[in-house]
């Protein structure tokens, strides 16, 4: 990753400040200029450290980096190293330049790579198209995509056909046809045809925002490594200076040349800054998260992929998760009407409901409705829906829901989701639903188990039968069937008291279970709101090897920040020792603050171009 560098307030004092410096000493022969010179290079750069320091103190927290320097840089002017005071000064401010500037580049380069959001709508009224700023388009209003445009924002194609390449936001390379009735999100690129869409989103809640707002705000919950570095900090640094008091104060009283332990004291506070442990251990979490997001992983904060590394259990949804999610009436049977008959009652009682299975029913049914007819409707979650239809009592639902009302029912064997429909409580029939497994569901167990993930199981609200010959399929040994949203939180909290839990579903129905597992992740949740704010990782393309993906990138950025501590702590730590036996010099204390911290923020930049085997 190239560091692109700008020219800010920061890099200017550090330009003035090192000129200073310079100057200073072609006037070394006259001691007054000389002095003033290096105060006042001194001064500029320093000042926000000053500054910074004394928020610091007003908050309570005396001791972190901005105060070692200052010490370390006071007591050098004082011993009469000047020199080295303004240059120990200059070398950390240019390091923390450096270190910002590779912070700053990286979060762009991912939101430019992401590169969702589009600054202008191509507005459709009265038959004229103008070119208007995105966030004067409201919902409702209508507005064209060219081939080569980005969809602006979320809507439904009213008119036209195209391809539409949706990798910026799943990480899919297939281009995906699109045509009226169909969403398309903000994001996706047109590749081929004119195509003219109706807006479902304004831009603060269009799906790009959403997602870019996610990036740039990623400091929702703190993991453990950081907590650490936190408590590591508070404790080390305050040692470090009573460590450098007893440096100086041990030896004077022996007989020492004070001068000269105070030097190795300074050296010593200067090694000991903590820079490369506070600012790399965030930066490596920040760019696994765009990395993840890069492939269509959205990960909510350092929280969420830190939690893909300790994952013991992994429970699966079955419908939508397992399988496609796209039903299909695969049988009618009639009992004492006509099939025909059976299929416009259901359509009818299930046309309010937003349930897939009802989306299927209506999807399939070719006639039309007349919604006047449709009284008294009530959706019983888990169970079914009853209405009132052509002024008789309509029951649709499952076996749970007839038990309920006390209606007898045949016993159907049968591949698929078995609805069973009553009319003026009189049993009249049932009709099947299908649906189908996904195929990268074929080795999803034993890729898990490879990854050290030794319990998969799987929930559903479908009969026993159905989830047991699903399971058989991909090879889950631990399923549970015929389950309401209630009872499956309470069977994950059940699991989760044994080992550390994620949940997978498709982030609506099951928002209650995926809160509470310890890791909830939504599958292909792209534009849902529920999945979103339900979730810690939401895969925004519908594949369950985006699992697989995003644990391996989880332990790849845990194995840099790993290296990156074990290093820094190991250089510092061998420098401290050095430095308390006085072989260190100030430039090597220089080299291993400023140095070491370079390289650990570099080391984490890696994360965004190391290679993941799937």
């Known amino acids: 990753m190239k560091m692109k560098f700008k020219l800010n307030e920061d890099i200017i004092k550090i330009i003035i400040s090192a000129f200073l410096f310079v100057i200073a000493f072609f006037f070394k022969e006259y001691k007054m200029v000389y002095f003033i010179l290096l105060i006042f290079s001194y001064l500029i750069v320093s000042f926000e450290i000053f500054k910074e320091a004394f928020k610091n103190l007003l908050k309570g927290n005396l001791f972190d980096e901005n105060f070692l320097m200052i010490i370390a840089t006071i007591s050098a002017f004082i011993i009469g190293e000047y020199p080295e005071a303004v240059l120990v000064m200059l070398l950390f401010e240019f390091g923390e330049y450096l270190s910002d500037l590779a912070t700053t580049n990286s979060k762009e380069s991912i939101i430019k790579l992401m590169d969702l959001r589009s600054d202008y709508v191509n507005l459709k009224k009265d038959n004229v198209i103008k070119k208007v700023d995105i966030k004067a388009v409201k919902v409702g209003d209508v507005f064209v995509v060219r081939p080569g445009e980005k969809v602006p924002l979320d809507g439904e194609v009213i008119d036209g056909r195209t391809y539409v390449d949706t990798s910026s936001l799943t990480g899919e390379s297939v281009p995906k046809e699109v045509g009226i009735g169909d969403c398309v999100l903000s994001g996706f690129l047109n590749d081929s045809g004119l195509i003219t869409v109706k807006a479902t989103s304004e831009f603060s809640s269009s799906t790009a925002s959403k997602i870019i707002n996610m990036l740039e705000n990623l400091d929702d919950k703190k993991t453990k490594t950081e907590k650490f570095i936190t408590k590591f900090s508070k404790i080390y640094t305050p040692v470090v200076v009573v460590l450098a008091f007893l440096l100086v104060l041990i030896p004077t009283l022996m007989g020492g040349n004070f001068n000269d332990y105070l030097y190795n004291a300074l050296v010593f506070l200067v090694t000991a800054c903590p820079c490369a442990l506070v600012i790399s251990v965030p930066l490596g979490f920040f760019c696994g998260v765009g990395r993840a997001s890069k492939d269509g992983i959205l990960v909510k904060g350092s929280y969420g992929l830190e939690s893909l590394d300790k994952l013991e259990t992994i429970v699966f949804d079955k419908t939508g998760t397992i399988t496609e999610g796209k039903f299909e009436v695969q049988k009618i049977v009639g009992d004492g009407v006509s099939n025909l008959e059976l299929f416009k009652l259901v359509a009818y009682g299930e046309y309010y409901s937003t349930h897939p299975i009802a989306k299927s029913i209506l999807k399939a049914y070719k006639g039309k409705i007349d919604e006047g007819e449709i009284k008294n409707y009530k959706e019983v979650s ?34 698929g989701t078995v609805v069973y429909v009553a009319l003026d409580d009189k049993y009249i029939g049932y009709l099947v639903i299908g649906d189908k497994v996904k195929k990268s569901a074929n080795n999803l167990v034993s890729d898990l188990k490879k990854l ?34 209630i009872d499956k939180v309470s069977k994950l909290k ?23 597992a310890n890791l909830g992740i939504s599958m292909g949740g792209i534009g849902s709101d529920a999945a979103i704010e339900a979730s810690d990782i939401v895969l925004m393309h519908d594949n369950l090897e985006k699992i697989l993906e995003a644990i391996k990138i989880a332990r790849m950025t845990k194995g840099i920040i790993t290296f990156n501590i074990v290093f820094a702590l190991f250089f510092k730590f061998l420098m401290l020792i050095l430095a308390t036996f006085g072989v260190a010099s100030i430039w090597m204390a220089v080299f291993a603050d ?3 911290t370079l390289i650990a923020v570099l080391n984490s930049l890696r994360i965004m171009k190391k290679k993941v085997q799937i």
Do not use: W
């Open 382 to 415: 888990g169970y079914g829906v009853k209405a009132t239809v052509f002024l008789k009592k309509l029951i649709i639902g499952n076996e749970k829901l007839f038990r309920e009302e006390d209606i007898n029912i045949p016993e159907v064997k049968a591949f």
């Open 452 to 485: 050290g993930v030794n319990r998969v199981v799987m929930f559903s609200g479908d009969n026993y039968d159905m989830v047991c010959e699903v399971a058989h399929m991909v090879n889950i040994d631990e399923y549970y069937a015929q389950l309401l949203p």
């Open 494 to 516: 059940d699991i989760k008291k044994d080992s550390f839990t994620a949940f997978v579903g498709d982030g609506i129905n099951d928002a209650p279970v995926i809160k509470e």
């Open 594 to 596: 400023v140095g070491v």
